[in-house]
């Protein structure tokens, strides 16, 4: 009896063990689009049995959230788009640090904060589009050519309200200085064919209809674009490849994630974090939103990859969010709108 007894006791513990574990849940707070983690999530339950459970809203309602939740907050990862709304959470005390070797070893220091609060999950370059029909490559060079006078009434531009236009200004001032930024992006302005644009696909169409002759934008959305309509005279430049600056090279920017001060179930965040920059699971992240990924391990898409390579500037994307106040400021001094 007692055999029998021990037996069920022992029986009932490991059901009891089997259910904590599949019981075992991490919550994420996501700025990115429901389409593109839910895939993601539901593979990292399949294989490791963790439930993901995910809010998606825009990061200004999200960042709202956790401050106004605060300890009592049941998100224990956030994730989000630009190194700036990064910056931010950090700052204002949403994220911890983590310490993690296996995020050290995935995640190049250039892509995630020096004080491991938050790290590049997927690599966003921001860069030259152009009619093909009314450019040349050889035309194209650097950011900073655009501001040159022969681009009179040529260039056209997404607006200065958007994060990703912020945080370019923001790495060229940390690159060149406040100065010769603002020399620049007024040069942009000068040059401007239009008011403008809401978007970076808009941008890109007027350049196709031949309203204007390059633009910039983040590539996914000219690869998005050229899968709609793959007959546009679009190409695409990477710029500041040959420059001698220790660092010339393409501006990127990240979506990443990073824990939060209050999160009920660090450990588990952390697990997931990790996986989500392994090989494993680097190609399902970036190729459904036509990125980068950030693991240098990993090969981006084909379709991705056909664009041809660069070099990247290495100024850490950190840099994003921390001039992004004088980025604002200087893009309204020059009537960047």
Same mark, same amino acid.
Request: glycine content about 6%; hydrophobic content about 40%.
């Given at each position: ?7 069920? *006791?022992?029986? @009932?513990?490991? /059901?009891? =063990?089997?259910?904590?574990?599949? +019981?075992? %849940?991490?919550?994420?707070?996501? $700025? ?42 049941? *998100?224990?990862? @956030?994730?989000? /788009?630009? =190194?700036?709304?990064?910056?931010? +959470?950090? %700052?204002?005390?949403?994220?911890? $640090? ?240």
């Amino acid at each position: 009896m007692r055999n029998m007894m021990t037996k069920l *006791a022992g029986g @009932l513990i490991a /059901v009891l =063990a089997l259910t904590a574990v599949s +019981a075992e %849940e991490v919550v994420v707070y996501s $700025a990115r689009n429901e389409q593109l983690i839910k895939p993601l999530f539901d593979a990292y339950a399949k294989e490791t049995g963790v439930t993901v459970k995910f809010v998606t809203d825009k990061e200004g309602p999200l960042l709202a959230r956790l401050k106004a939740e605060g300890a009592n907050t049941p *998100a224990d990862m @956030l994730m989000t /788009v630009d =190194a700036g709304n990064l910056w931010q +959470a950090s %700052e204002e005390g949403l994220l911890r $640090a983590v310490k993690s070797n296996t995020l050290t070893a995935n995640v190049p220091a250039h892509l995630r904060d020096p004080d491991n609060e938050w790290f590049g999950l997927s690599i966003r370059a921001r860069t030259l589009v152009y009619n093909k029909d009314k450019v040349k490559p050889a035309d194209l060079s650097s950011y900073e050519d655009l501001a040159n006078p022969k681009w009179k009434g040529r260039l056209c531009l997404r607006t200065s309200k958007k994060v990703y236009n912020q945080s370019l200004v923001a790495m060229m001032i940390s690159e060149h200085g406040e100065g010769k930024t603002e020399a620049i992006v007024q040069g942009w302005v000068d040059n401007l064919a239009a008011p403008p644009f809401p978007d970076d696909t808009k941008a890109m169409e007027a350049v196709a209809a031949g309203q204007c002759d390059a633009t910039l934008v983040n590539t996914y959305y000219y690869g998005r674009l050229m899968e709609k309509k793959p007959n546009l005279p679009l190409g695409i430049f990477w710029p500041n490849q040959n420059l001698k600056s220790k660092n010339a090279g393409v501006h990127v920017n990240i979506s990443g994630a990073g824990i939060t001060r209050h999160a009920k179930n660090p450990a588990g965040a952390i697990k997931l974090l990790e996986w989500l920059s392994s090989e494993k699971a680097q190609n399902l992240y970036a190729d459904g939103n036509l990125e980068y990924p950030v693991n240098t391990k990993v090969k981006p898409d084909a379709a991705v990859a056909a664009w041809g390579s660069f070099k990247q500037n290495l100024i850490n994307v950190k840099q994003a969010g921390t001039l992004q106040t004088k980025a604002v400021k200087l893009m309204d001094r020059v009537g960047y709108k």
